[in-house]
């Protein structure tokens, strides 16, 4: 579970750290106007914010199946349990 949580991750922390070490970094300090920036170099924001939510969502999902799973498990060792409490 934990392996598969870490390669999410990594899936999907990889492509927005590769994203971000290509774009050139502006001079500290120095404030550069939107329209002053060429279009090939300006980050439209709607794909972060769509992989944001994705991001979300699918954590949520695997919290979700992590705790079903769980109580499935749980709910069989209470009924293994509670026929062993019968049976004596």
Known sequence: MKKTVLLL?????LPGALLWAQQPAAPQGEFVPLSSIPQAEQLPAAPLVIAAYA?????LLVYVWSLWRRMTKLERELADLQRRVQKQ
Do not use: E, N, Q
């Open 9 to 13: 991750l990594l899936l999907v922390l």
């Open 55 to 59: 991001f979300v969502w699918v954590a």
